[in-house]
């Protein structure tokens, strides 16, 4: 039985840096269950890795921080007739070359280009792809499990805007198609994107403890969600998040770690 539904039809996927990348996982669950991929990456290096990752597969070139090079993504997918069942948006990036200042130190140059890159591509991107989506395909966007976790640092309020502009696109699109659009909000996650955020590490280990499992939370837990938000199985989720954090927003009065901490 297909359950998922999605074998031979076409996705759309960004952000795949490396095995370890939430799009990588996403990706491979897809064509795993008889679908076709099409990437897209920032730059030449980025193409080179994820085309040894997915030799049989297209990967294109899309800087989202430049305008024409988003119009020539949605050209060509259009010109090429492709008809696309979804699109999955996992592209963030932030400056923390100079560590991790306080909030109120935030750069205005840093932040705009965060929001441009984390949050505003979602539209871009998607406005470039209108005319290419098939009527019920599905949009899936990445976010963290909490917006309000300052460890972040000026990328919680960008992720906040992202999980805000989930709804407004999804009723934007819905005024002349049935595309769906949803979050998936994860919770700490082992990527070598995570890596390069200032004190992560013991950050991802306290969270560790405080899942109801004990275990942390893998990347391909969150990409299984992903999948199946892209899948026509769940047609009747449009216009949210879906948190994923093995429990961990319900625990943050764990006995044993506050035992620990208290000592």
């Known amino acids: 039985m297909d359950f998922l539904q999605v074998s031979g039809k076409t996705f759309f996927v960004t952000g795949v840096a490396n095995k370890k990348s939430v799009a990588y996982f996403v990706a491979r669950g897809l064509i795993d269950n008889g679908a076709r991929v099409v990437f897209s990456v920032q730059n030449e290096d980025n193409r080179d890795r994820a085309q040894k990752l997915f030799p049989d597969s297209t990967v294109l070139m899309c800087d989202v ?10 050209e060509y997918f259009q010109s090429n007739n492709i008809r696309l069942a979804g699109f999955v948006h996992s592209i963030a990036f932030a400056n ?13 140059k840093d932040f705009l280009q965060a929001t441009n890159i984390s949050c505003l591509s979602l539209v871009t991107i998607t406005n470039a792809l209108k005319n290419s989506f098939e009527e019920n395909a599905s949009i899936v966007t990445i976010s963290i499990s909490s917006t309000r976790a300052t460890a ?19 009723k934007s699109l819905s005024e002349i198609s049935k595309v769906r659009v949803n979050a998936v909000c994860a919770g700490p996650l082992k990527t070598s994107a995570s890596a390069g955020i200032p004190g992560y590490v013991n950050n991802y280990l306290f969270a560790e403890q405080l899942t109801l499992r004990k275990a942390a939370l893998k990347t391909e837990e969150v990409a299984n969600t992903v999948v199946f938000l892209l899948s026509p199985v769940a047609s009747g989720i449009n216009a949210t998040g879906i948190v994923v954090d093995a429990g961990m927003s319900c625990n943050y009065f764990d006995q044993d770690v506050v035992n620990r901490a208290m000592r």
């Open 65 to 74: 921080e430049n305008p024409e090079s988003i119009c020539q993504l949605g």
């Open 96 to 108: 923390y070359s100079e560590g991790l200042k306080p909030f109120l130190e935030t750069n205005v």
């Open 152 to 170: 972040y640092g000026y990328m919680g309020p960008i992720k906040a805007a992202l999980d805000a502009t989930v709804a407004f696109l999804a």
